[in-house]
């Protein structure tokens, strides 16, 4: 699975809104959800590549993200600091 940096994902969820219907888990392609306790979870949130599926389908607005925004945020720093990094696992491409 794709990495991408870690603590700079902007997605964000108020478990006291989620009603744990399971849609941020069907629409989110790199599993970064899961149930507990009849609530959604973020379990991988490295692995959130900040796409908005989740958020675009949560019925109760229990999910939020700036698509894009710690991907790029990451590649900026890592421009400006001179190591390079992005959002890239090594070999298979950026985001």
Not at 13 to 28: N, S, W
Not at 44 to 58: F, I, V
Not at 84 to 92: L, P
């Amino acid at each position: 699975m794709m990495r991408h940096l870690k603590n700079v994902a902007t997605l964000k969820l108020d478990i006291e809104t989620c009603t744990g219907c399971g849609l941020c888990i069907a629409v989110c392609p790199h599993a970064v959800f899961a149930l507990a306790d009849s609530k959604a979870h973020i379990i991988d949130l490295d692995a959130c590549m900040e796409c908005g599926a989740c958020a675009r389908n949560c019925p109760v607005s229990a999910l939020s993200v700036d698509s894009g925004a710690g991907c790029a945020s990451g590649i900026i720093k890592g421009l400006l600091n001179g190591s390079g990094e992005c959002c890239c696992d090594k070999g298979n491409g950026c985001c």
